[in-house]
């Protein structure tokens, strides 16, 4: 039979957790946006990606040399670039507007760019979630190629529709062959505290 010691810890451990609660990262929704904005505003908010997202920058100034003798040899030459953004890394909203009339917000996730124009956009879907639209170009350099997760070939996201042509803005996205689409969320970490606390006494037996 445990200790009475024991049950005491137990208690204090089951209050401590029942009231303590423990952050989730879900979707940022537009009713948990309109929320924020009513009552906190924008600026403390912070948002992350569902995947980590890559930016390779190609050198606009890359030379390249191309000769042949006995075989054909092509090399390049500069400077490239990749920007690299986990998803533990924290984004402010700079920005709220629309892009061809659906809602979207212009997310930085690097303190040197603190303009809209240097920004990720994430413009929302059909179903309220949004998602990665666009990933700004860089002065010097050539527009990005967009990855998830991994610099590889089946890794680079293109511009795409969710699900129809009809609809008004493009996502990036990567087409499986089974058809299932992954794109780049924007989400929040939520905490979701239950101030209710329990007791717990011991009946202690009749006898």
């Known amino acids: 039979m445990p200790s009475s010691r024991t049950l005491q810890l137990l208690t204090v451990a089951a209050m401590a957790a029942t009231a303590t609660g423990c952050a989730k990262r879900l979707p940022l929704t537009p009713k948990e946006l309109d929320r924020v904005k009513t009552e906190a505003g924008v600026q403390p908010l912070r948002v992350y990606t569902s995947k980590h997202v890559i930016a390779r920058y190609r050198d606009a100034n890359t030379a390249q040399q191309y000769t042949v003798e006995k075989k054909i040899q092509e090399t390049s030459s500069g400077a490239d670039n990749e920007e690299f953004t986990r998803r533990d890394d924290s984004g402010l909203i700079l920005k709220i507007d629309e892009l061809n009339g659906d809602p979207a917000l212009w997310v930085t996730f690097d303190a040197r760019f603190s303009k809209p124009e240097d920004a990720m956009i994430f413009v929302q879907s059909g179903d309220g979630i949004f998602r990665l639209n666009h990933v700004p170009e860089r002065e010097g350099f050539r527009p990005p190629e967009v990855f998830r997760q991994r610099t590889c070939k089946k890794c680079k996201m293109k511009n795409g529709r969710m699900k129809s042509l009809a609809e008004a803005n493009d996502v990036l996205l990567i087409k499986k062959k089974s ?29």
Request: glycine share 10%; no cysteine; charged share 40%.
């Open 179 to 207: 058809g299932k689409l992954l794109t780049i969320d924007l989400q929040v970490k939520k905490v979701v505290s239950d101030r209710v606390k329990t007791k717990r006494r011991r009946a202690g037996g009749i006898d």
